[in-house]
T-cell receptor, first 116, second 117 residues
Framework: DAGVIQSPRHEVTEMGQEVTLRCKPI?????LFWYRQTMMRGLELLIY????????DSGMPEDRFSAKMPNASFSTLKIQPSEPRDSAVYFC??????????????FGNGTRLTVT | AQSVTQLGSHVSVSEGALFLLRCNYS??????LFWYVQYPNQGLQLLLK??????LVKGINGFEAEFKKSETSFHLTKPSAHMSDAAEYFC???????????????FGQGTTLQVKP
C-alpha cells in the first residue's frame, strides 16, 4: 500500500501565478478530501469527493480555488491566480466508503505552498 | 453542530513520564472520534478511533484514549513518554456522509507535545 501520494512536496510561486496540486488516493478508496493547514486557522476542509463527485465544496475560500477528480485515482486542486495568503500546507486524504465500520481518513504528506 | 476542543496548545512532559492530552467534544448524536499525530513535515497519522464499541480504545505505540460520555471527553494518554513522541496531536470528530461510514473530519486546534530528556 503506497498510501496517499501528493505532488509536489514543495511549491514556491509568485503572486498571480497558477498553482496546481496533485493527489493520488489509496487504490480502492472512493472518498477524497482536500484540507489546508495554517498556523492561524489550523486544519480546514476545502472540498471532498465521493465516487469522483464533489459532495461539499463549502470550504473552498473563493472562486480562485477549484478542484477536480476526473477519475478514481487522481485529483487536482488549482489556485488561479495565487496570492500570498494562500501560503499553507495542503493535504489530500482518502477513505473507503462501505457498509462496514467507520472508515478513517488516510492522509498524504502534504504540499507546502509558498506564494511570494 | 459537531466540534472538538483541545485544551492546552502546548504540553511539556519528561521522558518516561505519563502524559495526557485533552479533548472535549460537542455532538447532538453519538460521535465517532479520532486521534491523529503529525510529525514535522509529514501528514497526519491515525493513532486510534472510537466507534461506539469499547469506551477504552487502544491505539498504536502504547497510546490509549477513553470515551466518557458524562464528561463529553476523549482524552489521549500514554504511560511513558518517549522522545519520539514529540509531535503535534489532533483530536477529530467525523461528520458522516448521509448513511455511509465515512465523512469529513472536523479537527481540534492541535496540541504540541514537547518531551524533555
Amino acid at each position: 500500500d503506497a498510501g496517499v501520494i501528493q505532488s509536489p512536496r514543495h511549491e514556491v510561486t509568485e503572486m498571480g501565478q497558477e498553482v496546481t496540486l496533485r493527489c493520488k488516493p489509496i487504490s480502492g478508496h472512493n472518498s477524497l478530501f482536500w484540507y489546508r493547514q495554517t498556523m492561524m486557522r489550523g486544519l480546514e476542509l476545502l472540498i471532498y469527493f465521493n465516487n469522483n463527485v464533489p459532495i461539499d465544496d463549502s470550504g473552498m475560500p473563493e472562486d480562485r480555488f477549484s478542484a477536480k477528480m476526473p477519475n478514481a485515482s487522481f485529483s487536482t486542486l488549482k489556485i488561479q491566480p495565487s496570492e500570498p495568503r494562500d501560503s499553507a500546507v495542503y493535504f489530500c486524504a482518502s477513505s473507503l466508503t462501505s457498509t462496514g465500520g467507520v472508515s478513517p481518513l488516510h492522509f498524504g504528506n502534504g504540499t507546502r505552498l509558498t506564494v511570494t | 453542530a459537531q466540534s472538538v476542543t483541545q485544551l492546552g496548545s502546548h504540553v511539556s512532559v519528561s521522558e518516561g513520564a505519563l502524559f495526557l492530552l485533552r479533548c472535549n467534544y460537542s455532538s447532538s448524536v453519538p460521535p465517532y472520534l479520532f486521534w491523529y499525530v503529525q510529525y514535522p513535515n509529514q501528514g497526519l497519522q491515525l493513532l486510534l478511533k472510537y466507534t461506539s464499541a469499547a469506551t477504552l480504545v487502544k491505539g498504536i505505540n502504547g497510546f490509549e484514549a477513553e470515551f466518557k460520555k458524562s464528561e463529553t471527553s476523549f482524552h489521549l494518554t500514554k504511560p511513558s513518554a518517549h522522545m519520539s513522541d514529540a509531535a503535534e496531536y489532533f483530536c477529530a470528530v467525523i461528520l458522516l456522509i448521509g448513511s455511509s461510514n465515512t465523512g469529513k473530519l472536523i479537527f481540534g486546534q492541535g496540541t504540541t507535545l514537547q518531551v524533555k530528556p
